[in-house]
């Protein structure tokens, strides 16, 4: 059978031959050793905070607590859940997506009790190692809430150097003098969101000694230069016996050791512990001289033996990936292969296809591909075809696109990509209208509050749905023309599958439109950017109550249901309010008009593009009454034509107003400008403007975005400060002239889709990643198309490829050696550039710290 399968083999490989390797061959360029500037390292996080359960209760009547979870890299907070009220199991299910723009140590989770008049109470906390993301990335898991100690919430590094000197004392013996350089330390954690006063203390310990020294107080830094630097005396004189040269005793130097504390100065309170590093003197046993970093480790408690209490548990599901991008020539072969995935001839063979089969979690393979995909203008006959594949074994009209197929994931994702604005336009009004106005909307009559009436209550939800659902079957000219091109593919198909069922080529648009986007938008908007925060609860029960009766009325109307498919007893009489012939033709009509090929033209000027909200600190651009400068809480907002900021949320008049086309160049702002993190710039025609974001995922977002909408401005700046002008000088430079010409240039472009940020070297780079990562499966798929094309007929032992949808053998395989062939060559330039970054990147080194002694 062997040889059989390799004959097969053999003939599918020949035609591949001089096809394939001359098609990758073309774009390969040489072998060339990589410059570390030329590579992007980028780093992602996805997933999902599911649920918390077994939380402990309070020590009274009322034992519920009202819950939120945040995600910290190292002690910086970028993302906060809503607050689930009165539970000990609180239920999240919040899906969360950043880049991560920065090094860190530690990927948190901390589960926190609301409180409204004090601080909030953080309840326990699970903490990942950033090196055991990989092993957690895609597989959910419940972990244990672990005690939050304030000794052990440390982050950041120490650079550090060590001297031994032989020393003659006044009275002639030879004594040994230990020299301790500090030298400066890195990423300090910020404390109470802002940057801390550090100081550091010194210490030589051993059995019984504990000499201790301390530096100044750096303030408003992060990132401290101390260079001070103490010396010790390693042993006394009177330790030594006569001898005639100089030698470390050895059982003095295995006892002793350095410990390097580093502390905030609270000045009027407590000083507050930010971590410490202990190193063994005997480091210097076989040199003289021994300089590192070292990541500063939590406080020495003791070993505790009294068990602590059960905190709870918390259900997640993480993916953290870490892609090293090479330059753009690298992805040309693999970019070919996967960009003709819509014309092989079946689907099933095509790379992007069997990219689906082999990965373990189909997500995975459909974020970068739609992505790749959309870029390049190839998504609309990709989706098209899975979806008929899909649709040849659905046997049912009513069960059309119901599932989590590669077709319907593909979908999904395309809707979120390029629907944002749409849902902006169409949602947000109605969405702020219902957020703002707090209208009680319960109709269950087993949760009415105290005073509730429920046929009010009826009536306000009525109002909101009908509304929204007036909105949207009004909202067509806004649909954009990918998902009208899709739509239009689907109901034909569907059409052409089911040709005696006259609703089917409606329900196949619906199932998509209703069920899959608006109604998810309705009842999350926070995570679809309509709204700056999270609902409270009783809005978040308003919008899944409308989000229900939208999805219905959207598939009630679409297949002319004579009565909702509702579960509950209450939502069906509410339905029935709805059961008008008005309703099921402004769905059709609505449907008709969205999967159309007709070419839509706006009635007036269009619309600015909604960008991004947010609240963020600003300097002001004037003087205060003291004649300093200070920073102010401000509401920013960014559209395709302006960047304004207003005094709160919501408000109509701006302070302040940049228009885009005025915009010069957005940069990082030096920390050492006002000892403050996460701070960028908006240099444009006027003084430039200063903001601090809250976290360095939000600072990231804004600058990419900001990047975007000005790259095309004509007179964008090619170099600028990245620090201030203070005292009749720039920081950075030290140049007198405030209009001088920037010292430093400014960061490379980005894509110029101002609404869809797609990088396609990175997408490209993330497939590359999963083929790699999923090669056994790849190999295991070519050796079914062998036996495949062996033995034509029923299988006996399927088992190996059953779980893969081959419908052509031949063409399958010589896809797949194609996909080999690119891969291989690819990894060459990989593993240069590994090898590089594991030499230069040397243990002790700034960008790979030693991880001192544990406490």
């Known amino acids: 059978m062997a040889a059989a399968v390799a004959a097969a083999a053999a003939a599918a490989a020949a035609a591949v031959s001089s096809e394939t390797l001359a098609a990758t061959a073309t774009a390969e360029p040489e072998a060339r050793d990589e410059d570390s500037r030329d590579v992007r390292v980028l780093q992602s996080l996805r997933g999902k905070i599911c649920e918390a359960k077994n939380l402990l209760p309070y020590l009274g009547p009322n034992k519920m607590r009202d819950c939120f979870c945040t995600i910290n890299l190292d002690q910086e907070e970028v993302y906060r859940t809503q607050v689930v009220e009165k539970s000990l199991s609180p239920f999240f299910s919040e899906e969360f997506y950043f880049e991560i723009p920065r090094t860190f140590q530690y990927l948190s989770f901390y589960v926190y009790d609301k409180n409204v008049l004090q601080r909030d109470l953080r309840i326990g906390k699970v903490a990942i190692k950033k090196e055991d993301l990989c092993s957690h990335s895609g597989k959910e898991m419940w972990f244990s809430l672990q005690p939050i100690d304030s000794n052990s919430e440390v982050q950041g590094k120490v650079h550090l150097e060590l001297k031994l000197n032989e020393l003659i004392t006044d009275i002639g013996t030879v004594c040994q003098q230990l020299v301790v350089h500090i030298m400066a330390c890195h990423g300090l954690p910020l404390i109470n969101g802002q940057s801390c006063d550090p100081y550091a203390t010194v210490s030589l310990v051993g059995p019984s000694r504990n000499d201790q020294k301390k530096t100044k107080v750096k303030k408003k830094t992060s990132n401290p230069q101390f260079n001070e630097i103490f010396y010790f005396e390693v042993t006394r004189p009177s330790s030594y016996t006569r001898k005639s040269e100089f030698q470390v005793q050895e059982e003095d130097i295995e006892k002793l050791e350095i410990r390097i504390d580093l502390w905030n100065n609270g000045n009027l309170v407590q000083d507050i512990f930010l971590g410490e590093i202990k190193v063994p003197v005997n480091v210097l046993r076989n040199d003289s001289s021994h300089q590192a970093w070292y990541l500063l480790q939590p406080k020495d408690n003791g070993n505790k033996s009294s068990k602590t209490d059960d905190l709870g548990s918390l259900r997640l599901n993480i993916y953290y990936t870490e892609d090293c991008v090479l330059p753009s020539e690298y992805y040309g072969p693999l970019k070919t292969l996967l960009l003709k995935s819509p014309d092989v001839q079946p689907i099933s063979a095509s790379a992007a296809y069997i990219l689906g089969e082999i990965c373990r979690d189909k997500n995975d393979a459909v974020l970068p591909l739609v992505r790749l995909l959309l870029h390049h203008d190839k998504l609309v006959p990709f989706a098209t075809a899975v979806a008929e594949l899909d649709l040849k074994d659905t046997q049912e009209a009513n069960t059309i696109f119901r599932g989590n197929s590669l077709a319907t994931r593909c979908l999904d994702e395309m809707m979120k990509i390029v629907g944002g604005h749409y849902l902006k336009v169409t949602l947000k009004p109605i969405l702020d209208e219902i957020c703002e106005t707090s209208k009680s909307c319960e109709i269950d009559p087993i949760k009415l509050k105290e005073g509730d009436n429920v046929e009010t209550n009826k009536e306000n939800l009525r109002y909101f749905v009908d509304k929204l659902f007036s909105t949207i079957v009004k909202s067509s000219m806004s649909c954009p023309t990918v998902m009208c091109d899709v739509f239009y593919s689907l109901r034909q198909m569907a059409t052409q599958r089911f040709p005696n069922d006259p609703h089917v080529q409606y329900s196949a648009v619906s199932s998509f439109v209703f069920l899959r986007f608006f109604a998810v938008a309705v009842v999350s908007p926070h995570t679809f950017h309509l709204r700056p925060h999270h609902p409270d609860a009783q809005t978040i029960r308003t919008l899944t109550l409308i989000s229900k009766t939208i999805q219905t009325l959207g598939s009630w109307g679409s297949l002319s249901k004579s009565k909702s498919s509702f579960k509950e007893t209450f939502m069906c009489e509410f339905f029935k309010m709805f059961q008008e012939e008005g309703y099921v033709i402004a769905v059709k009509k609505f449907l008709d008009e969205i999967s159309s090929t007709e070419t839509k033209e706006s009635s007036g000027a269009s619309e600015p593009v909604h960008l991004k909200e947010g609240e963020m600190y600003k300097r002001a651009q004037g003087r205060t009454r003291i004649g300093k400068k200070n920073f102010k809480k401000r509401w920013f907002c960014l559209t395709s034509r302006e960047l304004t900021y207003h005094k709160q949320p919501g408000s109509k008049d701006a302070i302040y107003t940049i228009p885009v086309k005025n915009i010069l160049a957005v940069e990082k702002l030096e920390e050492s400008s006002f000892n403050k993190k996460n701070m960028f710039q908006v240099i444009h025609t006027e003084k430039p403007l200063y903001v601090q974001a809250n976290n360095c995922v939000e600072a990231n977002e804004w600058i990419d975005v900001l990047c975007r909408v000005s790259r095309s401005n004509q007179n964008r700046l090619s170099v600028y400060h990245p620090s201030v002008y203070l005292n009749g000088s720039w920081l950075c430079c030290q140049e007198t002239s405030e209009n001088t010409l920037g010292c430093k240039p400014c960061t490379a472009g980005v894509p110029a889709d101002i609404e869809i940020d797609i990088d ?57 050696q194609q996909i080999k062939s690119v891969i291989e060559k690819l990894s060459e330039p990989h593993e240069k550039y590994r090898k590089k970054r594991s030499s230069s990147a040397k243990y002790g080194s700034k960008e790979n710290p030693i991880v001192g002694k544990a406490s």
């Not at 790849?778 to 029923?794: F, H, N, S, W």
């Not at 006996?796 to 052509?808: L, Q």
């Open 760 to 816: 396609e070297d990175r997408e490209t780079e993330r497939i590359y990643s999963l083929f790699t990562l999923s090669i056994l499966k790849l190999q295991k798929m070519e050796e079914a198309c062998g036996t495949i094309a062996v033995y034509q007929g029923p299988q006996k032992e399927p088992d190996d490829y059953s779980n893969f949808v081959i419908e052509d053998s031949v063409t399958t395989f010589k896809t797949i």
